[in-house]
């Protein structure tokens, strides 16, 4: 720790707050952040409290809390402590909190769950369990200049005669079916997690009724025996340009073939009202990153944006 950490106040997020939760959040991921998009909605959700740390009247820390999985799991999202804080233990302190508060209110909820990015030291890991990890691709493109190749890739594997079958667009009514098959829960879902925009999710009826409420593309390559399904979260604006939207794909599954032709066909249908920049984010099986990044250089003309280290779903007790 640099300094002694300030006297804190915490308390329950609110609309107002949003111009200050802004402006400590700056730098977040370079200009990429979700938070922006997700503030007003995350307020309206019961399962959820967004909880602040004030010093001195001024917001310091944010982070979220959503009880998941049939009511005993505590998902920990949107952590941020102003860049001239850190280092003074504050993370710890506004989780610290945010346990000992679900400990009172919600003594079903056993587990706390949350997705980080980084490689972790075995000796890190004495403390959490990993779930599982998927690596990150992360691209940034203008929409108008890659929907011609997009087109032009889709029709030559057509073509191609075994490398292409249509991605299934499922409807709300196949969705539980599909992602509840067993089959699927243990050889597609990575740690049996189904990751939404960086959530982790138990594959249970409860959170899919939830997740069916969220604005989404769901892609199979079959309805009866997936190798691979796909998440589309709908494209939303963020800070980093003017009219840059972000749209991130979780890709369950190792099959290189079909992965590839979810992302395809998640990219057209995702898009196909947008233009200007877009900021694609992929998430997907360490096994499949080398082989996306050479397919989207070769067939897309795109290059990897920059380094974004893996998603590491992560789990202890409360
Ligand atoms: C990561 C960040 C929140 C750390 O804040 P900080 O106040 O400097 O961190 P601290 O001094 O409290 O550091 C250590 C504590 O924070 C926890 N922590 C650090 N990074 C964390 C992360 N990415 N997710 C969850 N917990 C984290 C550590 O486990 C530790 O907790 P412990 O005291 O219970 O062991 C801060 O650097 C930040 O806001 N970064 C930008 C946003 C970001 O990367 N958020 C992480 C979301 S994946």
């Not at 000796?123 to 108008?144: D, G, P, T, V, Y």
């Not at 667009?169 to 539980?176: E, G, H, I, P, R």
């Not at 959170?207 to 769901?218: C, S």
Request: hydrophobic residues 40%; aromatic residues 8%.
């Amino acid at each position: 720790m640099d300094g002694a950490s300030p006297e804190l106040d915490f308390s329950l997020a609110k609309e107002a707050d949003f111009g200050e939760v802004m402006s400590i959040s700056g730098d977040i991921y370079g200009g990429i952040d979700y938070l922006p998009a997700r503030y007003h909605a995350w307020l309206k959700q019961p399962s959820r409290k967004v909880i602040l740390a004030k010093s001195k009247g001024r917001v310091v820390a944010l982070v979220s809390t959503n009880i998941v999985d049939d009511g005993h799991t505590v998902v920990l999202e949107g952590l941020r402590v102003t860049p001239k804080e850190r280092g003074k233990g504050i993370a710890g302190l506004i989780q610290r909190y945010c346990l000992d508060l679900i400990r009172n209110q919600f003594p079903e909820v056993k587990v706390r769950r949350y997705s980080r990015s980084g490689h972790f030291e075995p000796e890190s890991l004495s403390k959490f369990r990993l779930i599982c990890r998927q690596e990150i691709l992360a691209l940034h493109f203008n929409l108008e200049e890659v929907r011609p190749k997009l087109d032009a890739a889709i029709a030559q594997l057509k073509v191609s005669g075994t490398e292409w079958e249509d991605p299934i667009l499922l409807q709300a009514s196949d969705v539980k079916r599909v992602f509840l098959n067993p089959c699927v829960v243990d050889n597609v879902l990575p740690g049996r997690t189904i990751i939404q925009d960086w959530a982790p999710y138990k594959p249970l009826e409860s959170n899919l009724e939830t997740l069916l409420k969220r604005d989404l593309f769901w892609m199979a390559d079959s309805k009866e025996e997936p190798k691979v399904l796909t998440l589309g979260t709908a494209p939303y604006r963020i800070p980093i340009e003017a009219e840059c939207h972000r749209f991130n794909i979780d890709i369950f599954g190792k099959h290189f073939p079909h992965a590839r032709n979810q992302f395809l066909a998640q990219l057209q249908h995702g898009t196909s009202a947008l233009q200007g920049p877009l900021y694609c984010l992929l998430y997907l099986a360490p096994s499949l990153w080398q082989e996306m990044l050479s397919f989207c250089q070769s067939s897309l003309g795109l290059r990897k944006e920059r380094d974004i280290e893996g998603q590491n779903v992560l789990e202890t007790e409360v």
